[in-house]
């Protein structure tokens, strides 16, 4: 029964998160779904470590195939949290015209709901860190 409130958690994790961002870009006061691009950093944030674990049965140890994994991982997350960050700080300057642009209110919901999501996303895959050993060390071919 355990693994069933862990899914949820996760799932009502991923919805707060979500409606976070939505909150973000759909507001009236708002009014841009620009900010909506941080999705892309949330689908490719795993892509590394799933690659890197794909080709290392333990990820314990430090090699360098699970350290790039991990420097990518980390660019993806903090670009995720830019993002927002320079739309609303390209506002604040005149002298460049910028046709995207967001207001602070919007960037503090993103980033909290990114914060949300990344969480999430890191839960996932503590808890479903020994589940798959067998399906990934089969070969394809």
């Not at 790039?68 to 670009?79: E, N, P, R």
């Not at 927002?84 to 209110?105: D, N, S, W, Y």
Request: include cysteine.
């Amino acid at each position: 029964m355990g693994g069933v409130r862990a899914v949820a958690a996760l799932a009502f994790a991923g919805v707060v998160g979500l409606t976070f961002l939505v909150l973000g870009c759909a507001l009236p006061m708002y009014g841009t779904w620009s900010p909506m691009f941080v999705i892309a950093f949330y689908i490719l944030s795993p892509v590394p470590l799933l690659i890197a674990r794909r080709f290392q049965e333990d990820m314990t140890g430090t090699n360098a195939c699970i350290e790039l994994a991990l420097f990518i991982t980390t660019g993806i997350v903090i670009s995720a949290f830019a993002l927002p960050v320079v739309l609303a700080h390209a506002g604040t300057f005149r002298m460049i015209e910028c046709v995207i642009q967001i207001k602070h209110g919007a960037c503090f919901l993103i980033n909290t709901g990114s914060t949300i999501m990344f969480g999430t996303i890191i839960a996932y895959f503590y808890l479903h860190r020994e589940d798959d050993s067998g399906s990934w060390s089969q070969s394809l071919f």
